[in-house]
Each structure stands twice: as C-alpha cells, then as structure tokens.
C-alpha cells in the first residue's frame, strides 16, 4: 500500500530534496511552505500552502491531506530557519518568532496528526534538529535555543507515544547546502542595532561561518537520504546525522562542555582577529588607491 508523508518547508534545500525523493520511492507527499510555487511538483507530489506560525494554516494542511488519505506513515518537521544576532540586540518579537518556528509550529503539527496515528497504530515523527541542538556558538542564541528544545521535545514525546507503536525522532544535520546560512547570516545583519558593540564579531563570524559551510560538503539530497532511513527503518533510533564527524561534535559538545567551551573561545577570538585584519585590509587597500 503506498505510504503517505507530510512534509514541512518543502519549497527549499532538505524539505525539497525530501520532497523530490519520498515522490520518487513511490509515497504520497503533502508538501507545505509558505512559498507554494517553489514547491517541487510530480504525480506523488501535492503542494499546499503552509505557515508553521499559524494554527489555522497546520490545521487546514493536516484536514487536506486526511480527507484524500486513510493512512498517514510519517509526519517530518523540517521547516526552519536561524534567527541569528547577538542575544543583546535581538528583539525578543524575532525570538518569539524563532521558536515559533522551529518548535511550537512542530509541536501544532504534531498534536494534529497523533489521533489518527494513534487509531493507526503506526505512525513516525521525524524532527529536523540540527548539531546545533547539542552545542552552541556566538550570535546563533535563539536557534540554538530552538534546537536544544525540540530535541528534549522529542525525545519526551518518544517516551509518551512508544506505547501505541508510535516513535518520534531526531535528525542532527551539520552544514549543509541550501538557503539556510544566507537568511541566518542576513539575521546576522538585520539584527545588529546601529553603533552596536557586536559588529566586529558579527563579521568574524560571518567569515568563519562562509570558510565552514562551503568546505561541508554535505547536500540537501544528501540529508533527504537521512530523512527516508529515519522514515523506513524498522528500529528507528533517537538520533539522526549524516556523517560520523557530525555526531562526533554533537556528542563531544555534550560530553566535555568545558573543553567545548574553549573551543568556542578560540573560536571568537580567531573571528575577532580575522575581523580586525579585514578591516586593516581593507584601510591598506583605500590607502593604497588614494596614493
Ligand atoms: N542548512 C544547514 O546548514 C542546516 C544545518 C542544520 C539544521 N538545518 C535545519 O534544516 C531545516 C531545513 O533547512 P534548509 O537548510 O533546507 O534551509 P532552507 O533552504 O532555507 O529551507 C527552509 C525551509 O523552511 C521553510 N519555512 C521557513 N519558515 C516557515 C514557515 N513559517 N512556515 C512554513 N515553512 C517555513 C521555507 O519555506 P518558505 O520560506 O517558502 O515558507 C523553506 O522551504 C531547518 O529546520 C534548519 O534549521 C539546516
């Protein structure tokens, strides 16, 4: 029989990937994002208009998918995004707004579906977390914040929905290509108040964060292939990664949070000085084109 699954924040990166792959193996795919035309299209594939934030938009999305299915095998919360800015200066509005995103519209979706899972008797959720909700760095505080919680979310849930042959999971991506370090480092940006303190870090960061995603190597397609082990496996685990070195740092964050620590205060203070010969670069360079 084939096997329905809805998707959240299918117009982009791993949701789109997930889309086009979940379509290709032969399920039904209840597609949502907010940006309905960018959503992948194909005979599996149904797009529908979806605004995690808005329970009347998670309710209708869950209705319009259960009035033309019986059966509902998998619910993956992968809508997203990194509300970044120094925890001084974001307005705690855009904080709300993160983990309205990144936890509570999970968390709606979740409520919608689990009667009819329950009734099934089957059923999975699958999270997309990420690394950063083992472990932290400057300016991502709120996303941070957001990950951390739905991973505990998780794996409460699991320990509550086990007994009616329902699990809920994990995935902890790493750096991976898609849009989501361009609208985080624009947070980055728009976040900063005028004459803020945290320029300098903000544009450390910035170039750090620019050297590590384009060396990841990872894809969306790539995470798409978690998400259907996560789907299809007949022992699901509690956590998900793509590549070892991905656990590896999650699980070393948690481990040995004071070396951890210092990691992340190298880390700065390389951000700071990288930041710091930029700007006596670029002072060089307009010397140099005034001479
Ligand atoms: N890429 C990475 O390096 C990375 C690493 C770890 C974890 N993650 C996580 O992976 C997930 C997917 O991100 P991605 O990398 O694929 O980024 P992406 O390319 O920016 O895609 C994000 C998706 O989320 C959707 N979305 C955002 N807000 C939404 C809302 N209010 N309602 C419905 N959909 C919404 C977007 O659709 P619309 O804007 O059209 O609504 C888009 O389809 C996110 O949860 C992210 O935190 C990403």
Do not use: C
Not at 91 to 107: F, I, K, W, Y
Not at 152 to 166: H, K, M, N, P, Y
């Amino acid at each position: 029989m084939q096997k329905t699954i809805l998707i959240t924040g299918a117009s982009s990166g791993m949701g789109k990937a997930a889309t086009e792959l979940f379509a290709d193996q032969g399920w039904t795919v209840y597609a949502g994002a907010r940006r309905v035309e960018l959503i992948p299209t194909g005979d599996n594939i149904h797009p529908l208009h979806l605004d995690v934030t808005d329970h009347d938009s998670n309710a209708q999305f869950v209705a319009q998918a259960l009035t033309q299915q019986t059966r509902l095998d998998v619910l993956l919360n992968n809508a997203g995004y990194g509300e970044y800015g120094p925890l001084e200066e974001v307005p705690l509005a855009s904080a709300r707004r993160q983990l309205e995103t990144n936890l509570l519209g999970a968390a709606d979706l979740t409520q919608l579906v689990l009667p009819l899972m329950r009734r099934q008797g089957y059923g999975r959720i699958i999270n997309n977390s990420s690394i950063g909700g083992d472990m932290y760095s400057p300016l991502g505080g709120w996303y941070y914040v957001s990950k951390h919680a739905l991973n505990v979310w998780s794996d409460t849930l699991d320990s509550e929905i086990r007994q009616f042959g329902l699990r809920s999971v994990v995935v902890e991506p790493a750096g991976t290509e898609s849009n989501w370090s361009a609208i985080a480092m624009q947070h980055a940006r728009t976040n900063l108040t005028t004459d803020s303190p945290y320029r300098q870090l903000t544009s450390g960061f910035i170039n750090l964060f620019d050297r590590f995603l384009t060396t990841s190597g990872a894809t969306s397609a790539d995470l798409a292939e978690v998400f259907y082990r996560a789907a299809t496996d007949r022992r699901p685990h509690r956590r998900y990664y793509n590549a070892h070195a991905d656990h590896t740092v999650a699980k070393f964050a948690q481990a040995f949070p004071g070396a951890f620590a210092q990691v992340i205060n190298l880390a700065t203070k390389l951000a700071l000085h990288t930041a710091k010969s930029d700007v006596a670069a670029e002072g060089e360079a307009l010397g140099d084109s005034t001479d």
